[in-house]
Structure formats: structure tokens, C-alpha cells
């Protein structure tokens, strides 16, 4: 993957723990009502339940714990932002792990808030730049709590797409926080500055190969919501269909993002 042009850009540790409680505990409210026949539902996650989906927020948080529990790496060799194309080769694994916490905790909420306990204990007893093996190389521990946040607004969609009425909110900074990493995600896979992506009001990047925008209205702009920009950066959405459902505007000869997206694949 070619490195980016720009600076990464900065993400607050401080509002990142608090952005991730948040949206944390916004799904335990959300799931603690559901009831069993909730819980049985079919997901868009393939295979999952709902109760396995539940069981799979817990494992965003979980990781951490994980992690920290394995050798420090000696040197940092991963970058935030490859973080996104490096999951995939999880997936199977994390399939298998959901399953088994699923059918080992059939009080889910009290999964979760010891979750959250050991969570806040590991945050609280380990420094920032203490250094993860991640699936996208070694990553200090600040910077993986900011993809903490795309996995829990992502799962949150799942949720909410999954069980009618449930609409679990997002927590503002969590929502800006994963919008703006797959943003600059997609200017690292497709680096260049003659298409704009507008995601308002979190991200504007420059992306794609070509003659370079410099002042004035772009000639090649993409502008979408946030959620939507999500669902298309990990395949919850296609391209075509949301063109097709006017969810994302795109003009200009380069503003085809279909070959690029998704980023989680």
C-alpha cells in the first residue's frame, strides 16, 4: 500500500476512551431489553444471531485485553490507517469466538459490563504508547482504541438494521472518529488529489490519481453522509445501489468509487 502524502492526522486519547465507553454503552442499554425471540433474529452478518452479533461488540472491547496480554513487539511497524484492509484475515476466527461467547454467556449483560470493567482497568494501567501485535502490524495501544470505534458504529448499523425499532444512537465522537479513519483509509489506498470525498460535517479528503485540484469548486466530488459512507466502506452497501438510491452524489469523470470500496473486505 503506498504511504500517504499528508500527516496522519491526531486523534485525542482522552475522547477516544470516552467516545468508545459511549458508543459501548449505548448498545448494553440498547440489548439488555431484548428478548429471546430478538436475540434469534438473522443478521446481514451472514450466519450470526442477533445474540451473536451482541456477543461480537463485546470482542471489540475484549481485543484489547488480548492484546495486551500477548509480547510487546520491540518496535512499532504498523500504521492506524492500514488498519482497515489488514481485518479480513481475521474474520473466520472471529466468527468461531462470537459463536462460542454467545452460547458461554446467556446473561449477555453481565458479559458486557465486565467487559467494560476490565476494559477501563486495562486502559487505566497501560500507557498510550504501549505497543499491540495487531493484524495490521505493532500499534500503540492509543491508536488501536481509535479502530475501536469503527467496529463498534458498524455493529451498531448491524444491530439497528437487524432488530426493527431498536435504533441504539451513536455517540457523536465515536460516529466522527470512524468516519474519518475509513476516510483517510480510502486516500491511502487510492492516494492522489483529483477527486474530493465530502463527508460532512467529519472528513473531507483528496483521493485518486490525476490532475490535482488547487483552488475553486473540484472538478471530481463524491459527497455522502456519514452512515452511509460507513455501510459503503465496509460493504454493507454497494456503489451501484447507492447511487441508485441518490444516498451519495458523485460528478466528475474520477468520482467512480466502486472499484475502490469496499475498504474492509
Request: glycine share 6%; net charge neutral.
Amino acid at each position: 500500500m503506498p504511504p500517504a502524502r499528508k500527516r496522519p492526522r491526531a486523534y485525542d486519547p482522552a475522547r477516544t476512551r470516552a467516545a468508545v465507553l459511549a458508543q459501548f454503552g449505548n448498545v448494553r442499554s440498547a440489548v439488555r431489553g431484548l428478548t429471546p425471540e430478538q436475540l434469534a433474529l438473522p443478521t446481514r452478518l451472514g450466519e450470526w444471531s442477533v445474540r451473536e452479533l451482541v456477543a461480537h461488540v463485546g470482542m471489540a472491547l475484549t481485543a484489547v485485553d488480548r492484546l495486551l496480554g500477548e509480547p510487546e513487539p520491540v518496535r512499532q511497524d504498523g500504521r492506524l490507517l492500514y488498519w482497515p484492509f489488514a481485518i479480513a484475515a481475521d474474520a473466520d476466527a472471529i466468527a468461531g469466538t462470537a459463536r462460542r461467547l454467545a452460547a458461554e454467556h446467556p446473561d449477555l449483560d453481565a458479559h458486557l459490563a465486565e467487559v467494560e470493567r476490565r476494559f477501563i482497568e486495562r486502559l487505566d494501567t497501560h500507557s498510550g504508547s504501549r505497543l499491540l501485535p495487531t493484524s495490521a502490524g505493532a500499534l500503540p495501544l492509543a491508536d488501536y482504541v481509535v479502530t475501536r470505534t469503527v467496529e463498534l458504529v458498524v455493529h451498531t448499523d448491524d444491530l439497528n438494521a437487524a432488530v426493527p425499532g431498536l435504533d441504539i444512537p451513536y455517540d457523536r465522537q465515536a460516529l466522527a472518529a470512524a468516519t474519518r479513519l475509513l476516510a483517510d483509509a480510502l486516500a491511502v489506498k487510492a492516494p492522489g488529489g483529483s477527486t474530493e470525498v465530502r463527508i460532512p460535517p467529519y472528513a473531507v479528503v483528496q483521493c485518486v490519481e490525476g490532475p490535482r485540484h488547487t483552488r475553486g469548486t473540484p472538478p471530481n466530488v463524491v459527497e455522502t453522509e456519514p452512515l452511509t459512507w460507513i455501510r459503503l466502506a465496509t460493504g454493507r452497501l454497494t456503489w451501484k445501489d447507492a447511487l441508485d438510491a441518490a444516498k451519495v452524489s458523485a460528478s466528475g469523470e474520477r468520482a467512480d468509487l466502486g472499484a475502490l470500496l469496499p475498504l474492509l473486505s
